[in-house]
């Protein structure tokens, strides 16, 4: 699931590990953590939404992508991911 959004920092995060550079993994890890925890939460019905999201907000969609099948969530689930892939994308 994590890597169906952000792609390129999963990569890059599982690269840091295989190379034991412990100081960058560490901080792409708590920023991917981050992103975990704004997008796999409750109600977990609505991680594709979230993560559909974070696919706009990344540039990888354009719009703003729903999940006719999901929840409905509020405008907090909406800044907390865009907030997230934010940090992602500046832990780089």
Known sequence: GMGAALTDDMVDLMQLHATNDSR?????????DRFAASTFTDPMEGYVQRMLWALADDGVVEGDPVDPFGPDLGVEDRDTVRDAVRVLRNAR
């Open 24 to 32: 960058d993994m560490i901080q792409l890890a708590k920023a991917v």
